[in-house]
């Protein structure tokens, strides 16, 4: 493929950060649990909200959540909660906020139990990435059942819709449309 002419007709083609986010984030098989936390952190975030909203306020989360240090963030006392909630560069939730930490202790905890989270989210497709269609649902199976693992773990804000999106973002769950360059099937059909 050379390049990506058609996109995901949910894609707003007039934020160039959305473009870039799409075509070449959005669905790419995701190992780093560096990266695999800054989208779970940003995924919660995105509850009751857009996920441009969060896109376009993403470098002031990173800055805000000390480049998602997972350390520094589980370690977020109420003095450092309260700054956040003063930052009107990212969302301005308190619960959000309480559960980011919560939620980073438990993601540790994953970590030092499995020996990564990348372990941990894939070990629900044995590693492999299913490619649904984005069209048709908001939750699955596997969405039901990460959240319902994670929530009995103590997690916060981790719904079977917001696992949905995640799993899309980080690979899991390949959900390109078919109008889109980066379907799967456009790719078997490429010369």
């Given amino acids: 493929m050379k390049g990506i002419e058609h996109r995901c007709s949910y894609v707003n083609l007039k934020n160039p950060r959305y473009i870039r986010y799409h075509d070449e984030e959005w669905g790419v098989p995701e190992h780093s649990d560096q990266k695999l936390y800054e989208l779970f952190i940003l995924e919660s975030f995105q509850a009751g909200l857009s996920w441009e909203c969060i896109l376009n306020k993403r470098e002031n989360f990173r800055a805000a959540f000390d480049g998602f240090d997972i350390d520094k963030v589980c370690a977020y006392d109420e003095a450092k909660q309260a700054e956040l909630m003063n930052n009107p560069g990212i969302v301005r939730n308190r619960r959000k906020i309480m559960a980011a930490v919560n939620n980073s202790i438990i993601f540790k905890t994953i970590q030092q139990e499995v020996g990564s989270f990348d372990?941990?989210?894939?070990?629900?497709?044995?590693?492999?990435?299913?490619?649904?269609?984005?069209?048709?649902?908001?939750?699955?199976?596997?969405?039901?059942?990460?959240?319902?693992?994670?929530?009995?773990?103590?997690?916060?804000?981790?719904?079977?819709?917001?696992?949905?999106?995640?799993?899309?973002?980080?690979?899991?769950?390949?959900?390109?449309?078919?109008?889109?360059?980066?379907?799967?099937?456009?790719?078997?059909?490429?010369?």
């Fill in 119 to 191: 372990a941990y989210i894939w070990g629900f497709t044995n590693g492999e990435t299913i490619v649904e269609d984005y069209h048709i649902r908001t939750t699955s199976p596997l969405s039901d059942a990460v959240s319902q693992d994670l929530k009995k773990r103590g997690m916060k804000f981790v719904g079977s819709t917001i696992l949905y999106s995640y799993l899309q973002a980080i690979g899991i769950l390949n959900a390109h449309g078919e109008e889109c360059d980066l379907h799967p099937g456009r790719w078997e059909a490429a010369p």
